[in-house]
């Protein structure tokens, strides 16, 4: 009989792993397949391009109900443009492969449209092409290319001890605007659409931190405009916990982080805490925050405009293995548990 193995019992990563396997060999000049944020070949002399595939489905990574399509368009740009950033590459072109359900209009595909060109406008990214099908649901499949010299290329894997573990931005903010986002679809659905409309004026930060993220360019710019290439890099799509153990489990390192660094804003402490849960949960586990987690070595990080990063914490030997400390100055291990799909 043939075999049926639940896609649960490999997970997401498993399951990938298993495909590249599956595929063998390569058979063109390649630098970096299956495995980091992008892919990486040479083009020419030095130069090199990446090339990376990120979608977004309705129900899944986002909700119609309370996702302006504009914003929409925006994320799926931004989210491939993030990853092109975390291998400090500049982002050139991109495609887009749309599945449309027959309960959109032209004006709706158009107004997803501004906020891909917004996007493309901000990044400095062409749009060169893509695929439309009917759906049942609405489906954005990007693709995002990217150019860099071989030598400015920042993979996971290289980083060293000693090194600091620096993130942009701030983190958790995207996961509190999605936990406010659902909690007004709720009250909104218990009361049959009466009532009055919510003002989450209020919470705007956070909510535009889950509807609109913004790929850090300026913090690739930079590094660039400092010569300066981390010795290691991913961006934060899944949560820092998880980005974390795939950066250190791919350099063969441990780290040390520091819970009182990790930048958390305080709108994001509020609404943890108006939920009844901890901020930091948010802030490690919470994902879909496009923040870039990169490691420098402490003298290229004084050079760097620190308005961009917060250093939180240390590489370390990889027998010290991957620990955070916390306020009280004990420590415990940092679990990868991200978002799971499967
Ligand atoms: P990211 O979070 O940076 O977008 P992912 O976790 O989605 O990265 O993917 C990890 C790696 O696996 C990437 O190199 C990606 O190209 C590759 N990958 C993901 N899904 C597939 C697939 N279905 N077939 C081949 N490679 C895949
Ligand atoms: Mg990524």
């Known amino acids: 009989m043939q075999q049926f193995t639940p896609i649960s019992d490999l997970g997401e990563f498993g399951l990938i792993q298993r495909i590249g396997e599956l595929l063998g060999k390569t058979r063109n000049p ?14 020419a002399d030095s130069r090199v391009q990446v090339v990376t595939s990120d979608m977004l489905i309705e129900n899944v990574h986002f909700d119609r109900m309370f996702h302006p399509l504009r914003y929409l368009g925006f ?13 400090n590459a500049l982002p050139q072109y ?37 695929d439309t099908t009917a759906s049942r649901q609405l489906v954005i499949a ?18 060293r001890p000693d090194d600091l573990v620096c993130v942009t931005g701030d983190v958790g903010a995207a996961y509190a605007g999605l936990r406010i986002l659902l909690e007004e679809k709720k009250r909104f659905e218990a009361a049959k659409g009466e009532g009055h409309a919510p003002d989450l004026n209020a919470f705007d930060y ?12 300026d913090m690739v710019r930079n590094w660039r405009e400092n010569q300066i290439v981390p010795s290691a890099a991913i961006d934060i799509s899944d949560g820092l916990a998880s980005e974390i153990n795939h950066l250190c489990g791919q350099s063969n390192v441990g780290a040390l982080l520091q819970m009182a660094k990790v930048p958390i804003e305080i709108l994001t402490r509020e609404v943890a805490e108006q939920f009844g849960e901890d901020p930091e949960t948010f802030a490690l586990y919470g994902g879909d925050d496009y923040e ?17 990063f917060t250093v939180i914490g240390t590489i370390t030997h990889p027998e010290e293995g991957l620990h955070l400390e916390l306020q009280d100055g004990s420590t415990m291990p940092i679990a990868s548990n991200g978002f799971r799909h499967f």
């Open 94 to 130: 991109a495609t887009i492969s749309l599945g449309v359900p027959h309960n959109m209009s032209v004006e709706m595909v158009e107004h997803l449209y501004q906020g891909v060109a917004q996007a493309c406008a901000l990044y400095g990214i062409d749009l060169i092409g893509g």
């Open 142 to 159: 990007v693709t995002a290319i990217g150019e860099a010299e071989a030598s400015q290329i920042a993979y996971r894997s290289g980083a």
């Open 30 to 43: 390649l630098l970096k397949g299956i495995g980091d944020d992008a892919a990486v070949y040479p083009i």
């Open 292 to 308: 870039l987690l990169f490691t420098v070595t402490p003298e290229e990080a004084i050079l760097l405009d620190e308005t961009l």
């Open 206 to 217: 956070v909510i535009q931190r889950s509807l609109s993220p913004t790929a850090r360019l």
């Open 75 to 87: 994320k799926a740009i931004s989210v491939n443009a993030s990853d092109v950033c975390a291998m």
